[in-house]
């Protein structure tokens, strides 16, 4: 496979495209919820699980990269999804260039809910997903990434052979901040789910993340 992921937005579309009609997602799929260019310059990568069912209306169904800008952002008053308010209150605390976040899924294909995949269309969009992130992380740019979601944390630590740096207390109980590292000195911060766990709409979450992130 060709390690040069920049100018290969085309490849990932046919890969997509391929993977959708063997495994019959039928309601689409999202890998990026920002544009491809992004990749070029991004000092931070945001990865959650997987789109849900494509809201609003007029969203794009099968979208490898959203062109007009960061989703959490430009759909911000019309999305019905509960992580964006979570997202931008985020990307607030930490005080970073929105446009500098490459932002979007390890499991690119959209469902109303995790559980309504098996077991084999879970791998075949983590191995999709964790193979983008993987080569994109190998650009060296990225010095940060951020994860929502426990199992996705643990899938995609032990897929880059991080090792745990810090575990403390969020301040939701019985949620944790994990912080991991990797030999090519990338750090992965693993926050609870945060259409669950809204952790930015809680006080006495505030002071964890500034610990986890070393603000």
Same mark, same amino acid.
């Given at each position: 496979?060709?390690?040069?992921?920049?100018?290969?937005?085309?490849?990932?579309?046919?890969?997509?495209?391929?993977?959708?009609?063997?495994?019959?997602?039928? &309601?689409?799929?999202? #890998?990026?919820?920002? +544009?491809? /260019?992004?990749?070029?310059?991004?000092? !931070?990568? %945001?990865? *959650?699980?997987?789109?849900?069912?494509?809201?609003?209306?007029?969203?794009?169904?099968?979208?490898?990269?959203?062109?007009?800008?960061?989703?959490?952002?430009?759909?911000?008053?019309?999305?019905?999804?509960?992580?964006?308010?979570?997202?931008?209150? &985020?990307?607030?605390? #930490?005080?970073?260039? +929105?446009? /500098?976040?490459?932002?979007?899924?390890? !499991?690119? %294909?959209? *469902?109303?809910?995790?559980?309504?995949?098996?077991?084999?269309?879970?791998?075949?969009?983590?191995?999709?997903?964790?193979?983008?992130?993987?080569?994109?992380?190998?650009?060296?740019?990225?010095?940060?990434?951020?994860?929502?979601?426990?199992?996705?944390?643990?899938?995609?630590?032990?897929?880059?052979?991080?090792?745990?740096?810090?575990?403390?207390?969020?301040?939701?109980?019985?949620?944790?901040?994990?912080?991991?590292?990797?030999?090519?000195?990338?750090?992965?911060?693993?926050?609870?789910?945060?259409?669950?766990?809204?952790?930015?709409?809680?006080?006495?979450?505030?002071?964890?993340?500034?610990?986890?992130?070393?603000?």
């Amino acid at each position: 496979m060709n390690t040069n992921v920049i100018g290969k937005k085309e490849w990932w579309e046919d890969r997509l495209n391929k993977l959708e009609k063997s495994h019959s997602f039928n &309601l689409g799929y999202k #890998l990026l919820c920002c +544009p491809w /260019k992004t990749i070029e310059d991004a000092t !931070h990568a %945001f990865i *959650s699980l997987n789109p849900g069912a494509a809201t609003p209306v007029d969203a794009q169904i099968r979208c490898t990269s959203e062109e007009r800008g960061n989703s959490y952002f430009i759909e911000r008053y019309t999305t019905r999804s509960p992580i964006t308010e979570q997202y931008i209150k &985020l990307i607030e605390l #930490l005080a970073i260039n +929105p446009n /500098k976040v490459l932002t979007g899924y390890a !499991h690119p %294909f959209r *469902s109303a809910a995790w559980s309504d995949f098996n077991s084999v269309e879970k791998d075949a969009g983590l191995e999709l997903g964790v193979d983008f992130w993987k080569m994109v992380l190998d650009q060296g740019r990225i010095k940060t990434v951020i994860i929502t979601g426990s199992d996705l944390s643990k899938t995609f630590v032990d897929r880059m052979g991080a090792h745990q740096e810090t575990q403390i207390p969020s301040g939701w109980n019985p949620t944790s901040l994990t912080k991991h590292r990797t030999d090519k000195n990338i750090e992965i911060i693993s926050l609870p789910h945060l259409s669950r766990f809204k952790l930015l709409s809680r006080a006495n979450c505030y002071e964890p993340l500034r610990e986890i992130f070393s603000i």
